[in-house]
């Protein structure tokens, strides 16, 4: 779960560098009564000596950590931790050879195998006719109409989708199946999040992980924050290592052209919320754009889709026990 190592930095290993950087300082030091680069060593001993020691130890620290890390083939996660309880004390001034204690967090090994012998509840929504009301009430709202005729169908499904409320009420019903599916398949992936995290049962070292949280964050969260939301992170961690794991095992790649079309999908649904059902094309390919070249955006697209690969694949894998349930209750299981 975690290894302890200690880095040991003696007068051999920076001798040398911390000679360069000083005759470095001495050349491009331009010192009032000294001409450059004949600034006495002494004086830049005294200048610099100690900020060109710590430079050079914190450089061959970091490298030591990282030939470590590599020869040993090490699998960790974050950053190596300065151990604060089993540190010495520094004195930099009356000795040579420096020590530093630092913790890895190892990477935990998964073992997630899944199969038909795994099941998982689908929720299918029962449509009622109040969910049929109530989402045509919720259209004319959008709209403003309060009538409904052909001007009201046609901003609805486009223009000459329907004439006649009896075909206005059929496409609604399918367009309802549609989303209503949506709906149980977001449902399906929380539970099988639940469900793969819970088989996988991945053991965090939790005291460790907390410490990292708080130096990655520079302080900006208090560790009494971190305790407080502590579960949901960690939950949430599990299940990237989890994502990681399957997508590696089963050869999966997110393409760009996945991230396009989840883009795509991700605008229409808002503007839908709207009430704007049908969207130029133009628009929605510039939308998209604006997107995908939002570093921060495209980084969350990239997730969402990887996210729903995974899911993907797990539903292959698995047994699916169907469930009907009306949509209201679904739509409270996903609000949780």
């Not at 996988?200 to 949280?213: E, G, M, N, T």
């Amino acid at each position: 779960m975690s290894l302890t190592l200690s880095v040991v930095v003696e007068p051999a290993d920076y001798t040398e560098g911390v000679k360069k950087s000083l005759h470095d300082h001495r050349r491009n030091s331009e010192i009032r009564g000294f001409r450059k680069g004949m600034v006495p060593m002494s004086l830049i001993q005294k200048m610099y000596g100690h900020t060109s020691l710590v430079d050079e130890i914190n450089k061959l620290m970091s490298e030591g950590i990282n030939k470590y890390i590599e020869e040993n083939q090490i699998k960790m996660i974050g950053e190596a931790l300065p151990n604060h309880e089993l540190q010495p004390k520094i004195d930099w001034d009356h000795t040579d050879t420096y020590t530093f204690i630092f913790d890895l967090i190892l990477a935990p090994k998964i073992e997630l195998t899944l199969s038909t012998e795994d099941q998982i509840s689908y929720k299918e929504p029962k449509i009622s006719k109040k969910d049929k009301d109530d989402y045509v009430e919720t259209l004319c709202k959008q709209s403003g109409k309060t009538e409904m005729n052909q001007e009201f169908f046609d901003l609805v499904l486009g223009p000459n989708q329907a004439d006649s409320l009896e075909v206005f009420m059929k496409k609604i019903e399918e367009r309802m199946r549609r989303e209503f599916t949506f709906e149980s398949d977001y449902l399906f992936s929380k539970q099988a999040r639940d469900f793969v995290i819970e088989k996988s049962a991945i053991q965090l070292p939790d005291a460790l992980v907390k410490r990292w949280l708080h130096q990655i964050n520079d302080g900006k969260v208090t560790m009494e924050e971190i305790e407080r939301d502590y579960e949901i992170f960690a939950r949430d961690f599990r299940w990237q290592l989890i994502c990681r794991y399957l997508m590696k095992e089963h050869n999966l790649q997110v393409t760009k052209e996945e991230m396009i079309a989840k883009a795509a999908r991700m605008v229409q649904h808002q503007f839908a919320m709207y009430g704007i059902n049908s969207l130029p094309q133009d628009v929605l390919e510039q939308q998209v754009q604006n997107l995908l070249t939002n570093e921060k955006e495209s980084h969350r697209i990239f997730e969402m889709v990887e996210d729903d690969k995974v899911i993907d694949l797990i539903r292959s894998k698995v047994r699916l026990n169907p469930e009907k349930i009306s949509f209201s209750k679904i739509r409270e299981m996903n609000s949780k």
